[in-house]
């Protein structure tokens, strides 16, 4: 069974500063890997892909991916109340390539 | 919702009864995900298309079938629904550029009740 664990949460910081969100994978060929946030009530809405090894930047967004460590985690610079949110690590896992998701991992930005 | 719709979007019924939740996409992506997404569960997969009636199971398929005539649309029916179905039900698509299922897009999702 191919897992994603994401940390059970929920996380809560103070506006403006850094969150951090982490989820490892157990399949070790996984090789693309997004970040999804999901707003109460609302469908989950990408917001972030990573291919390679390494940190991608997307303006207050930053994935890491480390597959040595099978780890990838999102950092959330400046957050805002607006960031608000469940946000939802998925893995492509396996050789039919079905995408895996953690259970999530609720962030509160408290103003 | 980049070009997906569902419907209904809320369905109440009762056990035993069938139902049909339909997707609809305007982005021709060759791709299609049926999900359901339950407390403590997270999204789980149902069933999904990689074409026009090409579909396979997904980790809970049971007592889940789908059917995909054409491109844009992809029905997921409950044969007999029962309670333990009572769930929000998302469509994703995905183009699967170069071979590898990638960005999924979700639809906005329909809230079933089964009583």
């Known amino acids: 069974q191919k897992e994603v664990e994401q940390n059970s949460g929920p996380l809560s910081v103070p506006e403006g500063a850094i969150a951090s969100l982490n989820c490892t994978y157990s399949d070790r060929v996984s090789q693309s890997f997004f970040w999804y946030r999901q707003y109460s009530g609302k469908s989950p809405e990408l917001i972030m892909s990573i291919y390679s090894n390494g940190d991608k930047e997307d303006g207050r967004f930053t994935a890491q991916l480390n597959k040595a460590s099978q780890y990838v985690s999102l950092l959330i610079r400046d957050s805002q109340p607006s960031d608000s949110a469940t946000y939802l690590c998925?893995?492509?896992?396996?050789?039919?390539?079905?995408?895996?998701f953690g259970k999530g991992i609720t962030l509160s930005v408290r103003p | 919702d980049a070009g997906i719709t569902q419907s209904p979007r809320h369905k109440v019924t009762e056990t035993g009864t069938p139902v049909t939740l339909r997707c609809h996409q305007t982005?021709?992506?060759?791709?299609m995900y049926w999900y359901r997404q339950d407390p403590g569960h997270g999204l789980r997969l149902i069933h999904y298309?990689?074409?026009?009636?090409?579909?396979d199971k997904g980790e809970v398929s049971d007592g889940y079938s789908v059917s995909r005539s054409k491109t844009e649309d992809f029905l997921l029916t409950l044969e007999s629904a029962t309670s333990s179905q009572t769930s929000v039900y998302f469509c994703?698509?995905?183009?699967?550029?170069?071979?590898?299922?990638?960005?999924?897009?979700f639809g906005p999702g329909t809230r079933l009740t089964v009583l």
């Open positions: 998925a893995v492509i896992t396996g050789a039919n390539s079905k995408l895996t």
């Open positions: 982005e021709n992506h060759r791709y």
């Open positions: 298309s990689y074409g026009v009636k090409d579909t």
């Open positions: 994703a698509i995905s183009e699967g550029r170069g071979g590898v299922l990638g960005e999924q897009f």
